[in-house]
Nanobody, 115 residues
Framework: QVQLVESGGGLVQAGGSLRLSCRASRTIFGINVMGWYRQAPGKQRDLVADITIGGTTNYADFVKGRFTISRDNAKNTVFLQMNSLKPEDTAVYYC?????????WGQGTQVTVSS
């Protein structure tokens, strides 16, 4: 059973930065897409950013220019560098790995941005 382990969440003041990491508990070959999603209380889970195995990135409009997604294929790890954080970025952030019909989710890490 593959688990995704997230780290890097926490409490930060508005304007600050955090770096999230997510790695697989064992090697998975050929992960097509790695991504980050977020869910605030009472809201739906939204895509934040994702990145293909070839390095093509996709960002939600609300994070463009502030967040950067990257991946290390050899280590089955995806990162999310979050800069210029805003209180509205407060949410639980989840990573997701997809490979064909295989779909893995992390347990989530809390990010709280104070004003």
């Amino acid at each position: 059973q593959v688990q995704l382990v997230e780290s890097g969440g926490g409490l930060v003041q508005a304007g600050g930065s955090l770096r999230l990491s997510c790695r697989a508990s064992r090697t998975i070959f050929g992960i097509n897409v790695m991504g980050w999603y977020r869910q605030a209380p009472g809201k739906q889970r939204d895509l934040v950013a994702d990145i293909t195995i070839g390095g093509t990135t996709n960002y939600a409009d609300f994070v463009k220019g502030r967040f950067t997604i990257s991946r290390d294929n050899a280590k089955n790890t995806v990162f999310l560098q979050m800069n210029s954080l805003k209180p509205e970025d407060t949410a639980v952030y989840y990573c997701r790995f997809r490979r064909g019909f295989d779909d893995y989710w992390g347990q989530g890490t809390q990010v709280t941005v104070s004003s």
